[in-house]
């Protein structure tokens, strides 16, 4: 069940990812999707996971702290990078590198949570299993569209694809090799809520909206209701 279990976590981003690659030409739909989906991710998703497991060692101060300098560091490096790239077009590729490379870092600490349930008992990795596998199709089409947006490299898009697919696998595998306390993901969890938050609510989403339609209003508002409907999966 494991390796159908780690098969699966590798195809579902790169569905998403193909399907923005296919679709490209309705960028900005996909870019609104993209937004509700890491906004959605980061509120309801990682924003509560890290309070949760957190509250045996952190205090919910502590949690919302890092989430806050999370967001903060986040806004720096974008900020330079947006200052670097209009002396050359090596700042476009920070941001998209920025954005690409925090999706596959958060996608490596899922396949992490899914290892460590696993083998805690095999039922909860499976529910847990089902939760990510369902996000991560949505993990695909943003790390596209993290790409896609700066750099406009679809040979670039395809690698950071295939980057952000295998993360998973590897942290999967990688549980086989250490067994990290639960609470120390807590912290994790909370700086990379404060990225996605950055990330979603002052790039993604105002750019999304930049030519004002109703359509792309309702797609964001799918993005968040997609990453519902997996948490309510998750938790069947």
Not at 150 to 175: D, Q
Not at 182 to 205: K, N
Request: a positive charge; hydrophobic letters at 55%; aromatic letters at 12%.
């Amino acid at each position: 069940m494991i390796i159908l279990i780690t098969l699966m976590t590798f195809i579902s981003p790169v569905a998403g990812g193909l399907l923005a690659l296919r679709f490209k030409s309705h960028y900005r739909l996909f870019m609104a999707f993209s937004a509700g989906a890491v906004i959605g991710m980061s509120l309801l998703d990682m924003l509560p996971q890290a309070l949760g497991p957190g509250r045996g060692g952190y205090s919910p101060e502590m949690i919302t702290s890092v989430v806050t300098l999370g967001f903060i560091v986040y806004m720096l490096l974008d900020r330079f990078a947006l200052l670097h790239k209009h002396i050359n077009v090596s700042g476009l590729k920070v941001r998209a590198w920025l954005g690409a490379g925090s999706f596959s870092v958060h996608s490596f600490f899922d396949g992490v949570i899914i290892g460590l349930a696993y083998q805690t008992t095999p039922s909860m990795g499976i529910i847990i299993a089902t939760g990510v596998i369902a996000h991560n199709f949505s993990d695909g089409i943003n790390t596209v569209i993290a790409i896609s947006k700066n750099n406009r490299s679809t040979r670039s898009a395809y690698k950071w694809l295939l980057a952000n697919s295998i993360a998973p696998v590897a942290g999967i595998m990688s549980t086989y090799l250490f067994n990290l306390p639960i609470p120390a993901f807590s912290l994790v969890l909370a700086l990379f809520c404060g990225f996605f938050l950055y990330m979603g609510s002052s790039d993604l989403l105002p750019e999304s909206l930049e030519v004002y339609s109703r359509w792309s209003i309702l797609v964001t508002l799918a993005g968040f209701a997609t990453i519902y409907l997996a948490l309510q999966i998750s938790a069947l």
